[in-house]
């Protein structure tokens, strides 16, 4: 069993960063494929990032490449999303995410999830 739990989120303003973080538990952590996803009001929970377990790969949805970096650290048994130039419909719920198996960005194959952060972006 692995538990997942979202810290860091927040309101900031416009162009705004936030730093999301994601303690995970369990020994083989680093052994996950580990993914942010985001589900906005009324919305479909929609993919953000993820990061291979050996952190040489991550992907990104394009609404968010080259604002939002995703890293993680095995030791710590943590993964993290820097977000930067913020938008405001970037406002949502933010879940962090673990999948024992394999390599994907569809959030029906993902195994484990965390409680979830609020992230709002407004003046």
């Known amino acids: 069993q692995v538990q997942l739990v979202e810290s860091g989120g927040g309101l900031v303003q416009p162009g705004g960063s936030l730093r999301l973080s994601c303690a995970a538990s369990?020994?083989?952590?680093?052994?996950?494929?580990m993914a942010w996803f985001r589900q906005a009001p009324g919305k479909e929970r929609e993919f953000v990032a993820a990061?291979?377990?050996?952190?040489?790969?991550?992907n990104y949805a394009d609404s968010v490449k080259g604002r939002f970096t995703i890293s993680r650290d095995n030791l710590k048994n943590t993964v993290y999303l820097q977000m930067n130039s913020l938008k405001p419909e970037d406002t949502a719920v933010y879940y962090c995410?673990?999948?024992?198996?394999?390599?994907?960005?569809?959030?029906?194959?993902?195994?484990?999830w965390g409680q979830g952060t609020q992230v709002t972006v407004s003046s």
């Open positions: 995410a673990a999948d024992v198996r394999g390599w994907t960005t569809k959030k029906d194959e993902y195994d484990y």
């Open positions: 369990g020994r083989t952590f680093g052994t996950y494929t």
């Open positions: 990061i291979h377990w050996g952190a040489d790969s991550t």
